[in-house]
């Protein structure tokens, strides 16, 4: 079946599962495959709970004479190929976020921004992979007027072939950073897959591209893009600029727009080293034509819930959670704003960066070392990696151990640095802290 084929049949059923556990009346079922699952096999099943249709890439699933079981050579291929269908046949404004570090908190200012001015989609949570991205824009409606459409990556390619999807009209990379790296290889494979959202732009010439004037990785790879650069501190050649007023707990920064008056903002964020993710923000907002007043109140209203750079008040303590990703570069940049922060008694609970390869050992020494040089009250490492440190810091093998220890000796009235990468389950522990 062809791609124009299945899309006359999404067309009238347009809505699509990829769990035969939810399953929408009429919806058309997807019968992914992974390492350990076949979603062939679950055709039936996805059938019998209300889809309309089920779309199987093995013919030996298949029901002889039933038309509702659509058979095409790949099924994730089919899937993200209706998906780009879609986006073409619609036309919806595209913005597209890559980026090691800041990409889903960046999408969500930036949703909130174009949201005091247009009907926006956006990605939901962190569904920026191959299968993630096609889910995105298989929910674009007519009424939609703008997409913000996040794309992650761990390999080389990744992000080439999540671009060739969504074709974005306009582009952000909000940095490169040191994560992945046993899936990229180097810091260079982190950069040149990144970078792999510059070159769809480039060849297609679609649109503007938004980049930290002050990144020189970024920059280095600019070349022959149409850019909007913004930054800190203000200089002239820079659309939007900006400034930290402070971060005691919360951000409060000012920014301008090239040279014109200061506007100065209140957030609910944590970090110092937001204030790039609040600029890139302002400045897509400000050139899709959002005023600056309504970008600074959709800005001061914003607050997280996703376990990034979020202040989390307990009975006990309070904590800035930031559980749900780590690598060497925003690891080292947390503990050095948490230094910073204009707040008593602080204590950092850290787990292990996954996915770091040949470098982890080293990674996880610098971050010891970084450690022992900045004026923290109690420090508690949590994994295998952490375990191999050569430092004099607490160390527990997994999250079960800390929370073992905090139902014995739980810290009182600290402000608690709550970061690690998600498998370490960081998470679990505020309701003991």
């Not at 992945?180 to 180097?186: I, K, V, Y």
């Not at 938004?210 to 280095?220: K, Q, R, S, V």
């Not at 020494?365 to 010891?368: C, E, G």
């Given at each position: 079946?062809?791609?124009?084929?299945?899309?006359?049949?999404?067309?009238?059923?347009?809505v699509?599962?990829t769990?035969?556990?939810?399953?929408?009346?009429?919806?058309?079922?997807?019968?992914?495959?992974?390492?350990?699952?076949?979603?062939?096999?679950?055709?039936a099943a996805?059938?019998?709970?209300?889809?309309?249709?089920?779309?199987?890439?093995e013919?030996?699933?298949?029901?002889?004479?039933?038309?509702?079981?659509?058979?095409?050579?790949?099924?994730?291929?089919?899937?993200?190929?209706?998906?780009?269908?879609?986006?073409?046949?619609?036309?919806?404004?595209?913005?597209?976020?890559?980026?090691?570090?800041?990409?889903?908190?960046?999408?969500?200012?930036?949703?909130?921004?174009?949201?005091?001015?247009?009907?926006?989609?956006?990605?939901?949570?962190?569904?920026?992979?191959?299968?993630?991205?096609?889910?995105?824009?298989?929910?674009?409606?007519?009424?939609?007027?703008?997409?913000?459409?996040?794309?992650?990556?761990?390999?080389?390619?990744?992000?080439?072939?999540?671009?060739?999807?969504?074709?974005?009209?306009?582009a952000?990379?909000?940095?490169?950073?040191?994560a992945?790296?046993?899936?990229?290889?180097?810091f260079?494979?982190?950069?040149?897959t990144k970078?792999e959202?510059?070159?769809?732009?480039?060849q297609?010439?679609?649109?503007?591209?938004?980049?930290?004037?002050?990144?020189?990785?970024?920059?280095?790879?600019?070349e022959?893009?149409?850019?909007?650069?913004?930054?800190?501190?203000?200089?002239?050649?820079?659309f939007v600029?900006?400034k930290?007023?402070?971060?005691?707990?919360?951000?409060?920064?000012?920014?301008q727009?090239?040279?014109?008056?200061?506007?100065?903002?209140?957030t609910?964020l944590?970090?110092?080293?937001?204030?790039?993710?609040?600029?890139?923000?302002?400045?897509?907002?400000?050139?899709?034509?959002?005023?600056?007043?309504?970008?600074?109140?959709?800005?001061?209203?914003?607050?997280p819930?996703?376990?990034?750079?979020?202040?989390e008040?307990?009975?006990?303590?309070?904590?800035?959670?930031?559980?749900?990703?780590?690598?060497?570069?925003?690891?080292?940049?947390?503990?050095?704003?948490?230094?910073?922060?204009?707040?008593?008694h602080?204590?950092a609970?850290?787990?292990?960066?996954?996915?770091?390869?040949?470098?982890?050992?080293?990674?996880h020494?610098?971050?010891?070392d970084?450690?022992?040089?900045?004026?923290?009250?109690?420090?508690?490492?949590?994994?295998?990696?952490f375990?191999?440190?050569?430092?004099a810091?607490?160390?527990?093998?997994d999250?079960?151990?800390?929370?073992?220890?905090?139902?014995?000796?739980?810290?009182?009235?600290?402000?608690?640095?709550?970061?690690?990468?998600?498998?370490?389950?960081l998470?679990?522990?505020?309701?003991?802290?």
């Open positions: 079946m062809t791609t124009e084929q299945l899309y006359k049949i999404f067309e009238r059923h347009p699509v599962t769990d035969s556990r939810d399953c929408p009346a009429g919806s058309i079922f997807f019968a992914l495959k992974g390492e350990s699952f076949n979603g062939n096999k679950f055709a996805a059938l019998q709970q209300g889809c309309a249709f089920a779309v199987v890439d013919a030996e699933y298949c029901v002889q004479g039933d038309e509702r079981y659509i058979l095409v050579d790949n099924v994730l291929r089919a899937f993200q190929l209706l998906a780009r269908h879609h986006r073409r046949i619609l036309g919806t404004r595209i913005v597209g976020i890559t980026g090691t570090n800041g990409k889903t908190t960046t999408k969500e200012l930036l949703a909130a921004v174009l949201g005091e001015k247009y009907n926006v989609l956006y990605t939901l949570g962190n569904f920026n992979n191959d299968i993630g991205v096609p889910k995105t824009l298989l929910r674009l409606k007519p009424e939609h007027e703008v997409a913000v459409v996040e794309m992650g990556a761990s390999h080389p390619g990744d992000i080439k072939t999540l671009v060739e999807l969504v074709e974005p009209d306009l952000l990379i909000t940095n490169v950073g040191m992945h790296l046993q899936g990229f290889g180097s260079e494979g982190v950069v040149k970078g959202l510059y070159d769809f732009m480039r297609s010439k679609r649109g503007k591209v938004f980049i930290d004037a002050n990144n020189p990785h970024l920059m280095g790879i600019a022959g893009l149409d850019l909007v650069k913004y930054g800190t501190p203000a200089r002239p050649d820079l600029s900006g930290v007023v402070s971060a005691a707990p919360f951000l409060r920064f000012a920014w727009r090239e040279g014109g008056a200061w506007n100065e903002v209140q609910h944590v970090g110092a080293y937001n204030v790039l993710n609040m600029l890139a923000a302002i400045s897509v907002g400000l050139y899709l034509g959002v005023s600056a007043d309504e970008a600074n109140r959709a800005l001061a209203h914003y607050v819930s996703n376990n990034r750079s979020q202040l008040e307990t009975a006990h303590n309070k904590l800035i959670m930031d559980a749900y990703n780590a690598n060497p570069t925003s690891m080292s940049v947390a503990l050095n704003n948490f230094h910073d922060m204009e707040v008593p602080k204590m609970i850290l787990g292990d960066m996954l996915e770091l390869g040949a470098v982890s050992q080293s990674a020494q610098a971050i010891a970084q450690l022992s040089q900045l004026a923290l009250d109690e420090v508690w490492l949590v994994g295998p990696e375990a191999r440190t050569h430092c810091f607490r160390k527990f093998n999250v079960e151990e800390v929370i073992t220890e905090l139902k014995k000796h739980r810290p009182e009235n600290h402000y608690i640095l709550v970061k690690g990468s998600n498998g370490i389950h998470d679990k522990l505020p309701q003991w802290l």
